[in-house]
């Protein structure tokens, strides 16, 4: 093992952001903070990753906690946003002939799976973009824009604002 | 409570806005992957902002702070990408991003299963 | 003010789904009709919270979540239908 993990994991708890997410998670969906439900979600959230251990055979280290924070709060939020002011810009228009749909080919530099599926979503969210498909060698990501007059600089733009960061939190 | 009721309102009309503004994209939109655009993002966005709004208006309902409303933002942020990746797979399975019109006809009777 | 802006948000929504509807029956391959549902399943949540805002009840909270995970789920096996001509391999 190069690096130590975010959290350790044991045998009896694989998953400890995942058992804390399910905590959170129960007590939102009965809707209360009583001390019996924060038992009961503690055992749930203790209890499911445990017997679904076996489906989830590998996972990224969260190398760098405080960026992920900075980079989903910071970066993330405000571009979906912006993301949506832009498309309804967009589908609003008068003329929508005047729009250059395409597709582009993302050429990937991580090649975590898991890391590439929070990519292609992030994607998915920001502006005028919708990740289509990742190449069987995962090594393309095929991106439609609704509105790419330039190829070049959309796939720069994508690389440089979401994939390096993203590289840099996992450290993959 | 009038603060609140304000800010409710508010954000009920912007997510509805934003709602129809994807669905005036499905529908406005010449291609498929065009289409996408449209209820992937201002549809979510939307749906998401009015489900905050009704947290919000129940928390001050006086029973106590209610946020489950919360999950299905949460839900729908998680699932909207993950759907939409899907129907992109299958349209491009189905060879929708090359030009018919240039395929000579009788082609595109092979291109998928149940076209 | 809250009764007005829910009746406003209930016409827009309703509009939108009329939108989704024209999109379904009309649409011109597989896939629009796929996205069309979709749609029209998370514009379905929008009401459904409208309604419980409007008669102030958090009863159609279930409901909603539950529209949300089944509007998913259809969708990932409808899509993936097509694409494989199988659900579960």
Not at chain 1, 68 to 93: E, K, S, T, W, Y
Not at chain 1, 98 to 125: E, K, N, R
Request: aromatic share 10%; net charge positive.
């Amino acid at each position: 093992m190069p690096k130590k993990p975010f959290l350790s994991h044991g045998r009896w708890l694989p998953h400890p952001l995942m058992t804390l997410m399910l905590i959170i998670i129960w007590l939102l969906l009965v809707n209360t903070l009583s001390f019996g439900h924060i038992i009961l979600g503690t055992l749930l959230g203790a209890a499911i990753p445990w017997f679904t251990n076996r489906f989830w055979p590998e996972r990224p280290w969260i190398a760098r906690p405080v960026l992920l924070f900075r980079f989903f709060f910071g970066i993330f939020l405000r571009d979906i946003l912006v993301a949506n002011l832009n498309v309804v810009r967009l589908i609003l228009q008068p003329d929508i002939s005047q729009l250059q749909p395409g597709f582009i080919a993302v050429p990937l530099d991580i090649t975590d799976q898991m890391v590439i599926c929070i990519l292609a979503s992030v994607i998915s969210l920001t502006p005028g973009t919708v990740s289509a498909e990742v190449t069987l060698d995962r090594r393309v990501l095929i991106v439609h824009g609704l509105d790419i007059p330039d190829e070049k600089a959309a796939v720069q733009a994508i690389k440089t604002r979401y994939e390096v960061p993203l590289k840099e939190i996992f450290s993959c | 409570m009038v603060v609140v009721e304000f800010v409710v309102s508010f954000f009920l009309i912007l997510g509805a806005f934003f709602a129809l503004t994807g669905s005036i994209g499905l529908y406005r939109m010449t291609d498929f992957f065009s289409r996408l655009h449209g209820p992937t993002k201002s549809t979510t966005l939307g749906v998401g902002g009015m489900a905050l709004a009704s947290a919000v208006y129940f928390s001050f309902q006086g029973n106590g702070i209610s946020l489950h409303e919360v999950l299905i933002t949460l839900f729908l942020f998680i699932t909207a990408p993950v759907s939409a990746h899907f129907m992109a797979k299958a349209a491009r399975h189905q060879r929708m991003h090359e030009n018919k019109a240039a395929l000579p006809p009788g082609c595109e009777k092979k291109t998928g299963p149940h076209v | 003010m809250l009764t007005i802006a829910v009746i406003i948000a209930f016409a827009l929504i309703t509009m939108a789904q009329v939108l989704n509807l024209h999109r379904l029956f009309t649409g011109p391959s597989l896939p629009d009709r796929i996205l069309a549902l979709d749609n029209m399943y998370i514009d379905a949540i929008a009401l459904f919270i409208l309604v419980g805002i409007h008669f102030s009840t958090t009863a159609y909270f279930e409901a909603a979540l539950m529209i949300a995970v089944m509007g998913f789920i259809s969708t990932v096996a409808t899509s993936k239908y097509l694409t494989r001509g199988d659900i579960l391999e």
